[in-house]
């Protein structure tokens, strides 16, 4: 089944204590990115990832981290976080290539972040 | 930049009505445009995807329609039901911006 998969989907911890969250995806796809979404601004891209190895900013990135080393996965790190982190984060992935399902966007099922 | 939005932000209907939902953006060079699903706290699921060449796509009781030269999408909903109450978002791609959604409650 294709599917993007997130783990951990709860998670509950203090400020300044690095986590990550891990992304993978089972569909080869180029494409994957990371959003926030908080009550009342949506949802916001915080990084994104062309292909392995290449990885931009969104329009939230400030205080979190990515990485591309291998094609379906793209963890996303907080190396201290903060209350204001808290929120509900999304991975998604994407083909890049021709077709009729290109650039259709596949999320995984969230995950829950609580910072104390 | 492109932006997106969603209007009524929410709306209520009695079951078995038909309605239509809103999207519209500022930058008509979109390559596809993707309608979802949101059930609270819960993921996206997506409903339709139409790439920019085509006018509409179907899928059961949902029609999505585009219409890139005036920068607008509608997601025609027929025969209400409760089971559709959600948030219904929709995304412009590229860049992969979305809408702030519209809250649907469908009475019994």
């Known amino acids: 089944e294709a599917q993007v998969t997130q783990n951990p989907r709860y998670l509950i911890t203090v400020t300044g204590k690095k986590l990550t969250v891990t992304c993978s995806q089972n569909m080869n796809h180029e494409y994957m990115s990371w959003y926030r979404q908080d009550p009342g601004l949506g949802l916001r891209q915080i990084y994104y990832?062309?292909?392995?190895?290449?990885?931009d900013k969104g329009d939230v990135p400030e205080g979190y981290k990515v990485s591309r080393k291998e094609k379906r996965n793209f963890p996303l790190i907080l190396e201290s976080p903060s209350p204001n982190q808290t929120s509900l984060y999304f991975c998604?992935?994407?083909?890049?290539?021709?077709?009729?399902?290109?650039?259709?966007?596949?999320f995984g099922p969230g995950t829950r972040l609580t910072v104390t | 930049k492109q932006e997106v939005t969603q209007i009524p932000a929410a709306l209520s209907v009695p079951e078995g009505e038909n309605l239509v939902l809103n999207c519209s953006f500022t930058d008509s060079a979109i390559y596809n445009l993707q309608w979802f699903r949101q059930d609270p706290g819960k993921g996206l699921t997506s409903l339709l995807l139409?790439?920019?060449?085509?006018r509409e796509q179907t899928s059961g009781r949902l029609n999505a329609s585009l219409d890139k030269s005036s920068g607008r999408s509608t997601l025609y909903i027929a025969a209400s039901q409760p089971g559709d109450s959600a948030t219904y978002l929709c995304?412009?791609?590229?860049?992969?911006?979305f809408g702030k959604g519209t809250r649907l409650s469908v009475i019994a």
């Open positions: 995304a412009v791609i590229p860049p992969l911006v």
């Open positions: 998604a992935s994407s083909s890049r290539t021709g077709g009729i399902t290109a650039y259709e966007q596949y």
């Open positions: 990832s062309m292909n392995v190895e290449v990885t």
């Open positions: 139409i790439q920019s060449s085509q």
